[in-house]
């Protein structure tokens, strides 16, 4: 007889250990199996909770995506200017609770899973429309029609950076991150609006 409560956490516990699995590997190649005993649970458990790996996947996933909403929802609620919105979503992108080995590698993974399934490619697409129409919005009093462009620019650098990360090719710390994201934002200002 299942625990009374028990569900949320041991979801939670699946989820966590789905990310700290991929995470580890560096691949969505790991099993149901092996997400269950990290969550120090059966692997029929698992099944019964979520149906099967995929379903692990996209709700680790959406975990994921949530945590961040949430923070950009919190950096921006604190923002009073436009440059002030622009950083608190580069502060938010790169936050010790994303910008880390286990959580790069998820995301990398869940990107080449969007490649293949089409719930994995609908809930990148809501982080993609979400993170380009912050950036706009907070961009258009200051570059005014460039905003689109310039958008576009910071969330590919932003997922650049995240990309390099995740392949050892430069080793770089939030802070770091958030720097080299800022100094493009001030050349692009320095433009000034689109005339």
């Known amino acids: 007889m299942p625990k009374v409560g028990m569900e949320p956490i041991r979801r939670a516990a699946l989820v966590k250990a789905t990310i700290a699995e991929i995470g580890e590997a560096g691949t969505l190649d790991v099993t149901v199996s092996q997400i269950a005993k990290r969550a120090g649970m059966s692997s029929g458990l698992a099944h019964h909770y979520f149906g099967g790996k995929d379903q692990i996947f996209l709700a680790a996933m959406r975990h994921t995506l949530a945590l961040y909403a949430a923070e950009v929802r919190g950096a921006l609620s604190m923002a009073c200017t436009p ?66 462009d310039v958008a576009e620019q910071l969330a590919g650098m932003i997922d650049g950076l995240y990309l390099r990360q995740s392949l050892g090719q430069s080793l770089v710390d939030p802070e770091r991150a958030i720097r080299h994201v800022m100094r493009a934002v001030a050349l692009e200002l320095a433009q000034g609006p689109s005339r």
């Open 83 to 148: 440059q002030d919105r622009i950083g608190a979503i580069v502060r938010a992108s790169f936050s010790h609770s994303h910008f880390q080995r286990d959580v790069i590698a998820a995301w990398l993974n869940f990107y080449v899973l969007a490649q293949s399934s089409q719930q994995a490619r609908h809930l990148l697409g809501i982080y993609q429309r979400r993170l380009r129409s912050n950036l706009i919005f907070a961009l258009r009093p200051l570059v005014g029609l460039r905003a689109v």
